[in-house]
């Protein structure tokens, strides 16, 4: 098969089409001279892992396009820490916490990742443990959610954050002081 033949992937689409969708989201959200700065703007996440307490530092987004090494370096370090199964993440969710960040004027800011992917194993058992706390049908399942904090920042104020932008889902866990970002539909609980 040739390469032009290749059936497309979910990140190459993503690749090739999110820049005018986020241009569009940025100028409904700020107006046309914030957006285009911002759709151009390298796009950095800084963030600790509280399971393995890895960091990264990266630009994932270079302003024109999605950065492919960078990817690959967060599909690892947002792997499921108990089996180590690494999964896609979807760009959209990366891009969501970026966002997120930069309408907190924490663009500097350090996350601290409570959950990227989890694997089937990893989910099933965290949803016998607790039905009403984690899905069976997970976004987390898909690389499509992200749980995690930001140090020196209330959740509060970060689920309100994202809650403005209204893009994917935002759930707030008070009890365990973490804000679950997913892009899916926006929805918020």
Do not use: I, K, W
């Given at each position: 098969m040739d390469r032009l033949d290749a059936?497309?992937?979910r990140r190459t689409a993503l690749r090739a089409g999110l820049g005018l969708g986020a241009l569009g989201l940025l100028t409904a959200a700020?107006?046309?001279?914030r957006a285009r700065a911002d759709a151009e703007a390298a796009r950095r996440l800084r963030m600790i892992n509280t399971h393995t307490l890895e960091k990264v530092d990266l630009v994932?987004?270079?302003?024109?396009?999605?950065v492919p090494g960078?990817?690959?370096?967060?599909?690892?370090f947002l792997r499921d820490p108990?089996?180590?199964?690494?999964h896609e993440i979807d760009p959209a969710v990366l891009d969501l916490a970026w966002a997120v960040a930069r309408a907190a004027d924490r663009t500097a800011g350090t996350y601290e990742i409570v959950?990227?992917?989890r694997s089937p194993a990893t989910n099933a058992r965290l949803h016998a443990a607790s039905p009403k706390g984690v899905a069976s049908n997970s976004l987390h399942l898909t690389g499509k959610a992200i749980d995690l904090?930001?140090?020196?920042?209330p959740t509060s104020h970060l689920r309100d954050e994202a809650l403005r932008l209204w893009r994917g889902g935002v759930g707030f866990y008070a009890g365990q002081d973490f804000v679950h970002l997913d892009s899916g539909r926006p929805r918020s609980w």
């Open positions: 059936p497309v992937s700020f107006g046309p001279a994932f987004h270079d302003g024109q396009a999605f960078a990817l690959t370096e967060l599909d690892r108990y089996t180590n199964d690494v959950c990227g992917y904090r930001m140090r020196g920042m």
